[in-house]
Structure formats: C-alpha cells, structure tokens
C-alpha cells in the first residue's frame, strides 16, 4: 500500500511497499483524465517520444547516481514513504528523497519543456503518480491562496487521476495517452518507464498539444 505517514513513524516505515491508488479524495482534485484511445501515433508523436526517452536515460543517470555517491540509499529511494506537508490543499507530500529530487531533477525537466512551446510539462513520477520535483514553471513559492498555489505550485503532489496512474505503472516500452484537462483541452500524454538498478522506480511524461 501507499504509506502515508507523520514523521514520528519515520523509522518504521522505511520497508519498502507495494502501491495501491489513493482515495481521490485524499489527493485533491485530478488534474485529468484519460480519454478515448489516441489515434495511431503521429511524427510529433515519435518526436516526444524520443525526448521522453532522452528524458527518462537522463533521470535513470541521476536517481542511480544518488545510490552510488551514497546521497540517499537505494533502501531510501524506494520506500514509498510520504509525509504529508501541513496546511497544504490539494495535499502535498515530502519523502525520504525529495531534497535531492529538487535540486538534480528541474534542471533536465525544465531543458525538455523548454524544447518546443506546445509542451506542456515534462516530469518525473514514482509509481505512485508522486511529483517529486516540478517543472519551475509550476513551483512558485506557496502563498496560502489555495486557487494561486494550486496552479501554480504542483510539485510533491500524488496525481489521483487515472491517466497519471496508468503511465506511472506502465512497464510497456512507451504509453502514449490522449488526455482532458480540468480546463476542458485536450492534450497527450507519452511516458516512458523509469528503472533504476533493473528495478521499476516509475515513469518519465511528457504532455503536449498536438500540431498535426
């Protein structure tokens, strides 16, 4: 199961877990939601892909680095372990690896946002569908007015919605999924598994309006 748990309980919790999807409840609002099933698979698409691909060697280099410098055990990096942070809404979640998430990760994410303008984030999940570090676009300090924070901080949050679920635990070479957002658009979705040591740790996405 997911181990949602106050820091007092840190120590007995560090055994690793299988995951089950949380309550939506629990969560916030879904960001999305998975829709008809995309058409065959476009030029665009192959190119996402490709950068999905670059994307997740990328985050493979540097989660297996954290292990190897001795920054955060593999023990660490794979306990599903969240914390949830105080007066937060939707909820969002520390673990036992986050610090390091956010100062490696939003360098890499950020490059493959920036690659063309109708993306529309490139992140890294676990396979729990949990943000550990943010496009910078999408990490604004927090202000406590929840509508500003909640587009405008999305980092460390445990995505509910059934898109987010499905690429995260998809062990298929790519999952490319065609998505409606809370505003109605509709964009896609492509993600990439992450394995770290031969292990399933989660997925690279990338989401983006198509051209074509």
């Known amino acids: 199961m997911i181990r949602i748990a106050p820091h007092k309980f840190l120590l007995a919790l560090l055994a690793a877990a299988s995951a089950l999807p949380l309550d939506a409840a629990a969560q916030g609002a879904a960001p999305s939601r998975a829709t008809d099933p995309p058409d065959a698979m476009t030029a665009q698409d192959r190119e996402m892909l490709a950068l999905a691909e670059q994307l997740a060697d990328q985050s493979t280099q540097i989660l297996a680095s954290w292990i190897t410098t001795q920054a955060i055990s593999e023990d660490r990096l794979f306990a599903r372990v969240y914390f949830p942070v105080p007066k937060t809404e939707p909820y969002k979640f520390t673990t036992l690896y986050d610090a390091v998430a956010q100062r490696d990760l939003p360098g890499p994410e950020d490059r493959a946002l920036g690659r063309s303008p109708v993306i529309q984030y490139a992140i890294l999940t676990d396979i729990n569908a949990y943000v550990p570090a943010q496009n910078t676009r999408f990490s604004e300090p927090l ?33 490319l999924q065609k998505v409606r957002l809370e505003t109605g658009d509709t964009i896609y979705d492509i993600s990439v598994p992450v394995m770290v040591r031969g292990k399933h740790w989660g997925c690279v996405r990338i989401g983006y309006r198509r051209t074509e």
């Open 143 to 175: 202000t406590g007015n929840m509508a500003q924070d909640y587009s405008g901080n999305r980092s460390k949050r445990l995505l509910g919605d059934y898109a987010s679920f499905a690429a995260a635990r998809s062990e298929a070479h790519s999952l």
